[in-house]
């Protein structure tokens, strides 16, 4: 993908009335160049069982390619006509808590053969009717695919077959999962208990690591039913989301992102943030690394918001800001959910980025701007020093074997790293366990909470370090197997670390005492009584209990921290290391709310973005030039150099 | 109705031990005239199916007779007797969440043909039983009757029936519901989705107006039993509740009141409020407004509390205050639920006129006092020059498009601007969008979050402003349609407030900024960036991104208020529209807690309360004498005029 | 029991490798003599349907042998095995909010014959396979037996069964629990209603006291089946544990101790409390005094936390503080849960004495130290002058009638009187209504609550009180019967008080007038307006509408409190009639977090423990011998006096 897509979802189905044409010269005069369209209407695609109708799709298409616009098809599976429903109960997925009725999307169990039946066909019925078309340049793969947790009798067949090729026997399932605990030992694979009502952890893991297969399974099932029908100039996409807190928040746990990406073409991500006072970058920052992470290399932002939800509403220069700010991250395409607010049913004030009077409006008006603005530039190219290392694994085991204070999870952990490092503009990269192959391109690797690794993972770490890369280990990393089995060996591992712990609580006024801090600092949430034997401390506890034990230890590059303290603390840690790696540069004089990215742009030519997350203009050093420029509220400078 | 009447809910099946006799004798002492009975023991009335005992109903009858006391007989269809639902279990509703155990009162199916069976048996025989004894008054139907979420399979196809009669083809419900939305387009009726699991808000609203209408065929069906029986001196009444919030707090959101008060001649009323410090008269002036509007016409207060709730005690003089509020507000009677305390089961803490221990205490001689002052009283007329107009769909649209601070409903905005009138002592009619004939009766209408209207509605107020009517509308006014449909024409509607809009948020810091504002003041929970027409700006928003738009706007009378706001706020800007409509008069000099309520007694004369809700005494001048009074704490003042 | 116990649970069914000689020899190196084992791993001892292997047991038994360790077997039938599960899934309880999955321990049905016919199956294998062996010193049944919520139709049928036994006649049953109300009346025995929908308080208690009656019949019906195989010297127990808030809190809702107590010969207890600086002894003394009142004999704590949860890790000196403790309460033994931590399934984080590295640490050699000083220690005997009466029916009574405040509970007023006494060094007995005989033996005696109490109960109280003993009742006390219907006479009764109210309310602020207090002091929660007859009135309410009454009256020696107020105030007010009885000595010249307890040792000697509960040294007079001793902080002294 050379050039940047701009554009939105549309759903001419949803319209009160027809304004195709008109819409699609408004969507033109945007500087837009590409919709989304057909993907949450199976309803109208096949109105009734078998009864195919695909004219409000090809209209679409065509009046799209009369003003010079692409079109992404999205295939419309993940919710479900109400005639399957009536017929065929069953395809609602059976979630442990009883079956949900009919109504919402994405209920339903993506193992039901009669669900796929359906949906294969009206995927190639879609496909047949729209790939034709030049301007369809891709497709979309279902929306958000999760797995709905299903786990009806069905699906645990499923998990009950798995297990066994898993393990072979039955005692090395039940050594594995330690189920002589409470009695829990299976003596026959038709025993293995309903796991809805399991309380072993290990047991749970492993269920859920099964489903998130079912996702990767269930994407390269459509995929390749979709390749059947696709031109070589046409991409597959899915749009990954995030785990959601209100919004875009961290990594997303129903899905390892990382399997499924082998289903598509080209990354597609959903992006979702908190605005207005609340708009700091740090999610369209953490969302984009991760997209780019998983096949390094330019994503589609497949949804972002226009207007939003009701307290999401843009100050003025905000969405513009926010465009630069998923190009600086490597997006290839901003594309806006939606076109026009919905004046029914459920997402009525979720608004697109034109109101429900369909008029052209603020948001639609500052749309035109960054269309006019970014029709000269291209894709941005990253290439980072510092890597973060995310795992699913440990964010499930987390929530499993949960910190004192259960709302504080793996993500808490994953962000704490990642928001102190985008604070101080150092650009970092997501990756997963399975890019040990990675580790050695990286001048510093994070690893927050990595709580569940299998001996080949630690050792990979380990190896890193040895070979003197900055391995930055957070607090209960290491502590258990990927079965989430507790190891019985000396703690933490991989043993690079020279310290050495076994006890371990929950801080309450405990202090914390090193010469990086001039403030009075305090560990929180986790503390870990480290016993250093070859590290040095670099951060000790100051306690009348527990003052003997160090809190932040160093091994030569290896750096382990054994507690959670405020973020502005670790920052300051952090600074030290990557000073002491060589990786603080002159681009870290500024700090947020000015927030400086970088890349190479199709060229090859180093290209900045300067950006104010304030609401107060700034003067600000463009430090590759030595220019002072003006950044206005919520403003953004791109500079290019001109030769590299 | 031209006699107060006082008194009390009785009920000798309660009783620990035989104290009929004496119970009378003590009612009687303390100047009450009326007992309710009968109304919540149907398994003592019919203790084996098919058995009738009424001995304990007529011997009440018959002693209250003895004493000159008069009763109101309750049908008992609130309560079925256990072997009803030991026989019939499929009697309970199925609310969508299961079907409940037989236990609490309330839970049944009001659709169920086997439960009208037995309810119409029991009403037959209880009103040959009673209704020909000369001193009762007057039937009360079932008992604060709601549709107990009563959604099962039977419920449902009557809801389909409905719907095929109100749309004659299914495409007019799919278009007019936005079923297109996430696939929810219906392609027959009997595949209409079970509306338990609805995600689309117009078919979720259509479902609740039905459920509302099926409160109203219900005692629809039990009046015209009882109207068989009845005598012409004899009423017809029902207790009507409120929306509950730990006491009565705003429009009822499962009954159509409007609608039901159609089955009934005389309209009842059960107001319960906070009592102690937190007593302040606007249940009362609320709820007594609302019931006064269904008939224009005084009403009973059938439950009120004496002691009730623990934390309710009153304090000395306010059970005294409470009652001539009541009456000041159009009440024709006032009775106390209960007599006395119960000493089981599940009420025993709410607790009546008597303790346990069944005694004379202080709350029985405070009684004692407002019995012996109140007979000489009777009956006030109301006649106001501003109304309220509320609206059912409009609260229940409210609830599904929910503000973003979702404990931020209907009722509050309602109560918002009932109270802010309240505490300026500004009386109100409570009226209903069927009440539009009577639109021209007022000098001011008031329109809180009027969301879900049609357009005729919209119409009549646009007319009511045009004729020089002060029509006061509340954010959200005329945003949908009678179906939630959001309009897709420029916002507001009706079009007379020459303004417009399409733009809102939830303030976050945002202050307002108007010359009738002499402290700073904040929006909150809702604002609309109005851009004014024709309209003046009263207040505009005083915020970086905002501060180009107007928060209130007047288009000569036609006044438009875009955000919530505290409501002393709101009372200033209130105050100067109504000083404008020469509504600010003499009695404004008293603010709460000095409240005047005003009326005509039986004969025409002026009839004045001046109220003191507060525990400090007040000296308070009456204005209508020029005299000026002592008023106790929670003291209470009554001024007749001598001539008219 | 002449010697004290020390030791811990061992699992070897969750070692991740075979250390059983290892772990022998380390408990036997900490100074401990006993370890508990088998009562968790049913699918250990029977993996497969009539299946048995011992083996596990067996081994452990006689490693324990050859260091000299004694073992406590439990049965094992708290945990059923899947392969159970799956063949009777009817086995699992159902609660009335549907059946539970397989999964979690004690969630099956303890009426079912099928679960009981595998139960007495395996206890009977177990107890052969290792009653025999000498070092086996006691068996305890099952695991904090419970009823868990069982009441499916056959355990209804038999609270029918019960009903029908209790009352004879229906019409018994109707008046005791008042079922006229709401339409409840019952015509037939079987139609009396599910009681899981009931609204009745007084069926919902009954059916509670039948319930809490079912776990005394399993206890009974194992401890029969064990006395088949038991040897004299062998004893048996029960590990009873208490209402659980985060930790062991007060009086255990769903067990009568006091009748399960009557199962076995040696009292058990499962003691959990918080740590660090929320460490203050009082779950040690409250819990203990409860086990130690059940049988007047000192009891086990079979289960206590060594480092238990995350947030418990104790401080250096609070594991050898809390051994004290539990001693000074009159433990013969005390065994920490568990030797070592679990690497799997869910208690992971439920750490034991070694962590999960399985070598010694900081906890294991405080055990070290605590194992050696305890040696030449025995058991002390406790002779209290002061009694608190708790009561599981008024429990019950307050939950279903609550306190205006939910979560203000019965448990919260018992630890209000037994943590103001504790404060101020007064030890106390636990004892029961069926202790009547035992009142006289105390000086003063404790009500609080007793919302719930036969005529016969408040008789004795008040035979009591007439006899010159001390009898302080709080507040609700004697208010209803023991079917928790209200009394329908004068309260509060007995009448001993000398004092009437009929009024009751939730204070806000209501300040609290006294000679005895010097700081302006509150009552909370609850107040009744006392009216003193005979009475004095200790305190007053100081408030203007309630300023009349009293609250807290004295009759001779029956004192009534009719409200709550700080504990501070409590024990202002307990302080001055503990002096006039006689029972203000020089201990309580100390006060927390200095605790002195004191009893006798095996050889009738006066023995003191001094305890400082607080992380400050403290200078501290041994009021015994006139020595001043220097307390660490956390730190204890025994002082045992010469001759007596």
């Given at each position: 993908?050379?050039?940047?897509?701009?554009?939105?979802?549309?759903?001419?189905?949803?319209?009160?009335?027809?304004?195709?044409?008109?819409?699609?010269?408004?969507?033109?005069?945007?500087?837009?160049?590409?919709?989304?369209?057909?993907?949450?209407?199976?309803?109208?695609?096949?109105?009734?069982?078998?009864?195919?109708?695909?004219?409000?799709?090809?209209?679409?298409?065509?009046?799209?390619?009369?003003?010079?616009?692409?079109?992404?098809?999205?295939?419309?599976?993940?919710?479900?006509?109400?005639?399957?429903?009536?017929?065929?109960?069953?395809?609602?997925?059976?979630?442990?808590?009883?079956?949900?009725?009919?109504?919402?999307?994405?209920?339903?169990?993506?193992?039901?053969?009669?669900?796929?039946?359906?949906?294969?066909?009206?995927?190639?019925?879609?496909?047949?009717?729209?790939?034709?078309?030049?301007?369809?340049?891709?497709?979309?793969?279902?929306?958000?695919?999760?797995?709905?947790?299903?786990?009806?009798?069905?699906?645990?067949?499923?998990?009950?077959?798995?297990?066994?090729?898993?393990?072979?026997?039955?005692?090395?399932?039940?050594?594995?999962?330690?189920?002589?605990?409470?009695?829990?030992?299976?003596?026959?694979?038709?025993?293995?208990?309903?796991?809805?009502?399991?309380v072993n952890g290990s047991f749970r893991a492993e269920f859920e690591k099964f489903r998130r297969n079912l996702v990767t399974e269930f994407l390269t099932w459509q995929s390749k039913i979709v390749k059947e029908y696709l031109r070589k100039d046409q991409f597959i996409t899915h749009n990954f989301d995030y785990e959601w807190r209100d919004h875009s928040f961290g990594l997303q746990p129903d899905v390892n992102h990382k399997h499924a990406a082998n289903a598509i073409s080209l990354t597609g991500s959903d992006i979702y943030h908190p605005s207005q006072s609340k708009l700091t970058g740090t999610e369209i920052a953490f969302c984009g690394a991760t997209a780019y992470g998983l096949k390094e290399s330019n994503y589609l932002v497949l949804e972002t918001e226009a207007q939003g939800l009701i307290e999401w509403l843009p100050y003025p220069g905000q969405l513009r800001l926010q465009a630069y700010s998923h190009l600086a991250s490597g997006a290839c395409g901003v594309m806006y959910w939606h076109w026009h607010s919905i004046h029914h049913s459920q997402e009525t004030y979720w608004k697109g980025v034109l109101s429900h009077d369909l008029e052209p409006n603020a948001i639609y008006r500052e749309a035109c701007n960054i269309g006019k603005e970014i029709a000269a530039l291209g894709p941005i190219r990253k290439k980072n020093d510092v890597a973060i290392l995310v795992s699913n694994e440990s964010l499930n085991g987390i929530k499993i074997f949960h910190f004192p204070d259960r709302s504080f999870e793996y993500n808490d952990v994953l962000r704490w790293f990642h928001d102190a490092l985008f604070e101080m503009n150092i650009e970092i990269d997501i990756i997963f366990p399975e890019d040990v192959a990675r580790f050695s391109q990286y001048k510093m690797l994070v690893v927050p909470a990595l709580y569940s690794a299998p001996d080949s993972l630690l050792e990979a770490l380990e190896t890193y370090a040895n070979n003197g890369g900055y391995l930055i280990a957070g607090y209960r990393s290491g502590f258990s197997n990927e079965f989430l089995q507790v190891r019985h060996t000396i703690q933490p591992t991989p043993g690079c670390f020279g310290v050495e712990y076994d006890l371990f609580t929950k801080p309450v006024d405990v202090a914390l005492k090193s010469n990086l801090f001039k403030e009075p600092r305090f560990a929180s949430h986790w503390m870990e009584m480290l016993r250093p034997t070859t590290a040095e401390a670099l951060v000790t506890y100051d306690h009348p209990a527990w003052g003997q034990y160090a809190a932040v230890t160093k091994n030569k590059t290896a750096v382990y921290i054994g507690c959670h303290m405020e973020k502005d603390a670790l920052k300051i840690l952090l600074k030290s290391l990557l000073e002491e790696a060589g990786l603080w540069t002159k681009i870290q004089q500024a700090q947020f709310p000015i927030i400086i990215k970088s890349g190479l742009d199709v060229n090859g030519r180093p290209t900045h973005f300067y950006m104010n997350y304030s609401g107060a203009s700034r003067k600000q050093e463009i430090y590759h030039t030595g220019e002072i420029v003006d950044l206005p509220p919520w403003g953004v400078s791109v500079f290019t150099e001109n030769s590299h």
């Open positions: 993908m050379d050039k940047l897509l701009y554009g939105v979802a549309y759903y001419t189905e949803y319209l009160p009335y027809n304004r195709l044409e008109k819409d699609m010269a408004m969507i033109k005069a945007a500087g837009m160049n590409v919709i989304r369209i057909a993907e949450s209407t199976w309803s109208s695609h096949e109105p009734s069982e078998g009864i195919f109708d695909f004219t409000h799709v090809t209209q679409v298409i065509e009046a799209a390619a009369r003003e010079g616009l692409d079109v992404i098809i999205g295939t419309p599976t993940y919710a479900i006509p109400p005639w399957m429903a009536a017929k065929h109960p069953e395809i609602i997925a059976d979630t442990g808590q009883g079956r949900e009725k009919y109504g919402r999307r994405q209920n339903m169990d993506i193992t039901s053969p009669i669900y796929l039946f359906y949906a294969q066909r009206v995927i190639r019925k879609l496909m047949e009717a729209s790939l034709h078309y030049p301007n369809v340049i891709g497709v979309q793969l279902d929306n958000e695919t999760k797995h709905y947790g299903t786990c009806g009798p069905n699906v645990q067949r499923m998990f009950v077959r798995h297990l066994r090729e898993t393990f072979g026997q039955i005692d090395k399932m039940n050594e594995a999962f330690g189920f002589n605990y409470w009695s829990n030992r299976v003596d026959a694979w038709e025993n293995v208990p309903d796991v809805t009502g399991a």
